[in-house]
């Protein structure tokens, strides 16, 4: 009863309700007012020969030119409508209703008394269709249609229940009981529709909810949410998007790389590290202007799409300015921190190119930079060319290569320079393809890496490798190069040491190199893995040493065996001051340590000799010998042994 009486009220504080309900009511309301200029009319004709003709013709005529006034009026409201004007053309509507119903009501009963009992009939008829029409029709306007209800069913059973005549006044106490189960339905309509109103919009809400979420989403699918640049994606979308729509002019692209900007994030922390991020997006923003587009493609990776119209010595430029920009200190809340910049180029002749190849391009001209240890500007040159063709048909002949057969060892003596004495050797792997001849390992081991063949091309070589121990006198040892991809791969590792079991080889004769690079990617992993094969009696070597990352923390936590000192420092070590000093160091940390060293790279007898005076035990390098087929290196040993016998004899 009290939702009843509620719903009687206008929401005046709903405004979504309000125009729901307007709306409702405008594509009802006309119907209403058909019905009653029909009902009214066929009155009227029935009557305008018993009752005057300002009763039975003006009134009815009036009446429905009003009606018609207000259907027409009714057409045309409705569409867009404010909430307040809704609540005001309502309140007109319950009243004007009302005025209606009086009107029609109170013409129909002094009609009445004009007609015979077919004529009063056709009034009661009338009276409770007219209801029957305002229930239906004003239903989304709840007081309008109780109002009107009440009007036209209490204007009937007033009219019956004094007529005298027993139909009428049956009708009428009959009409009187219809009114409670229209006020029901009118009720319980009503209440259905305020919970449709409610359900539409809750509809409406949750889909612009969603709009959102996918716009956000779609905002983060290609943007990077830190620097708030265009993401990887979205760089590459860009670059495809160019080559489709201008096929004969390829964009213009650099790859840019923060030298330096690791240390940043692991001394200051990833919120210093975000700063220079942010702030390096800008400079870049900045320099490149609106034409181009400046993309984060990772980490402390950056890509440009540079302005077609650029001329190759405006791009230099830019590069360097880039660069430049770059070197400038960045303010962190602990001071000021600088980092360097180096830029890879692809400034595209007219061709094909799909976007990853001028990625691969750029990407390589970067490389090409780093690995001359500079910062700067390199534009992909004829000469990358070559040798990125060179690496892709290594990398397809890797696919299709017949390793079992094709790849072999050779191996380098292990000297200790005191004695002279061979006390092992490394093994290192040569590939003899079937097509192009001999491949170094310096060109095909990475593409192993690459294409992910290494995992297997390691087990091939192992295998050989432990096929030359059980033929290598038992006192000498073997070391073997591993992968960073293998060192943090524990199916690889499991699948050695099954290997070692299944040979019966001793695996304290075979010792691991590996290189810092696989500590980088995923140290927990090598940790594991080194960990586990140590355990087996495996020794570990850290090759190389010198030329990564060379942390103390590494060889403090992972506890190698033994640090290589790589022949970059050894070679150069008697003509260059800076190379000794770094060689000397090494060979004190291990001694410290308490570890072995092996310099590499020993090529001539003074350097020979100067590192016996350091104190490092092991040397190996073209001096002593080169890389062997294994019969020839077993030659090696025993001749070496045998002068050191022969030396030994004499200075006794
Ligand atoms: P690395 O482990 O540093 O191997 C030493 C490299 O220095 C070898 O080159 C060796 O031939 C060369 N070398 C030895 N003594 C001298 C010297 O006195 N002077 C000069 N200039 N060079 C010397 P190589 O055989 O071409 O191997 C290159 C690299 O390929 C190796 O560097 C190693 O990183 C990788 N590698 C070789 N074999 C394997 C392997 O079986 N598995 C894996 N994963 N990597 C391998
Ligand atoms: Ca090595
Ligand atoms: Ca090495």
């Known amino acids: 009863m009290r939702n009843f009486l509620a719903s009687l009220r206008l929401q005046k504080d709903n405004p979504t309700f309000l125009t729901a309900q307007f709306q409702a009511l405008s594509s009802q309301i006309p119907i209403l007012y058909v019905l009653l200029i029909i009902n009214a009319l066929a009155v009227a004709i029935t009557h305008l020969q018993s009752a005057p003709l300002w009763l039975s013709c ?42 209606l119903c009086v009107a029609f009501g109170g013409w129909a009963i002094a009609l009445y008394r004009y007609g015979d009992a077919y004529q009063q009939g056709q009034i009661a008829y009338f009276l409770v269709v007219t209801g029957i029409s305002c229930i239906f029709c004003l239903m989304h306007l709840p007081l309008a249609a109780v109002l009107t209800t009440v009007i036209t069913f209490s204007a009937m059973v007033a009219t019956f229940m004094f007529s005298g005549n027993p139909v009428f006044v049956a009708t009428a106490v009959s009409g009187l009981f219809l009114i409670l189960p229209f006020l029901r339905v009118i009720d319980s309509y009503f209440q259905n529709f305020v919970g449709l109103v409610r359900l539409t919009e809750e509809l409406k809400q949750k889909r612009a909810e969603a709009e959102d979420l996918n716009l956000v989403n779609s905002r983060n699918a290609l943007h990077d949410q830190l620097t708030g640049l265009a993401n990887r994606r979205s760089f590459f979308l860009s670059l495809e998007q160019r080559l489709q729509k ?40 900045a320099l490149v202007g609106e034409e181009g587009i400046v993309s984060r493609l990772g980490g402390d990776e950056f890509g440009i799409i540079f302005p077609c119209s650029m001329t190759r010595q405006a791009i230099a430029d830019l590069g360097q300015a880039l660069c430049a920009a770059v070197r400038d200190p960045y303010e962190i809340p602990d001071g000021s921190v600088r980092v360097f910049g180096s830029c890879g180029i692809v400034y595209p002749d007219a061709g094909e190119y799909t976007a990853e190849d001028l990625y691969e391009k750029a990407d390589f001209a970067l490389y090409q930079v780093k690995s001359k240890r500079s910062s700067g500007v390199e534009f992909f040159s004829a000469e990358h060319e070559k040798i990125l063709t060179q690496r892709h048909l290594i990398e397809l002949e890797l696919q299709a290569g017949d390793f079992a057969r094709e790849l072999k060892l050779d191996y380098q003596p292990i000297v200790e320079l005191k004695s002279g004495r061979v006390v092992g050797y490394e093994a290192l792997a ?130 190698f065996d033994k640090l290589k000192i790589d022949k970059a420092f050894v070679m150069n070590f008697d003509r260059d001051a800076r190379c000794m000093n770094i ?55 025993a001749r070496c042994d045998a002068a050191a016998a022969a030396r030994n004899s004499l200075s006794a």
């Open 583 to 637: 060689t000397r160091s090494v060979a004190n940390l291990c001694q410290n340590l308490g570890i072995a060293s092996v310099a590499e790279g020993v090529e001539s007898e003074t350097i020979a000799e100067g590192l016996k005076a350091m104190g490092v035990r092991l040397a190996q390098g073209y001096h002593f010998s080169r890389p062997l087929p294994l019969e020839l290196a077993i030659d090696y040993a």
């Open 58 to 99: 003006y009134i009815p005529v009036g009446l429905s030119i009003v009606c018609i006034f207000r259907l027409c009026w009714w057409e045309t409201r409705g569409k867009d409508i404010t909430a307040e004007r809704a609540y005001r053309l309502m309140k007109v509507t319950i009243a004007g209703a009302c005025i």
């Open 246 to 285: 201008h096929p004969s002019r390829p964009p213009i692209i650099g790859i840019l790389d923060l030298d330096g900007f690791k240390p940043v994030n692991d001394v200051f922390g990833h919120a210093a590290g975000d700063l220079v991020l942010k702030e390096t997006a800008r400079r870049f923003t």
């Open 430 to 559: 040569r590939w003899d393809s079937a097509r192009f001849g001999r491949i170094s390992p310096e060109a095909f081991i990475p593409a192993a890496e690459r294409t992910a063949v290494i995992g297997r091309m390691t087990r091939i070589l192992f295998a050989k490798a432990l096929e030359a121990l059980a033929i290598i006198p038992r006192h000498l040892k073997l070391s073997f190069n591993l992968s960073a991809r293998d060192i943090c791969d524990h199916e690889t590792s499991m699948a050695l040491l099954a290997m070692i079991t299944r040979s019966g080889i001793d695996p304290r004769r075979i010792e691991f190199e590996i290189t810092e690079t696989a500590l980088l990617s995923d140290f927990d992993t090598a940790d594991e893995v080194i960990s586990m094969l140590r355990a087996a009696g495996i020794s570990i070597a850290l090759d190389d040493f010198g030329t990564g990352y060379s942390s103390l923390s590494h060889i403090h936590r992972l506890g």
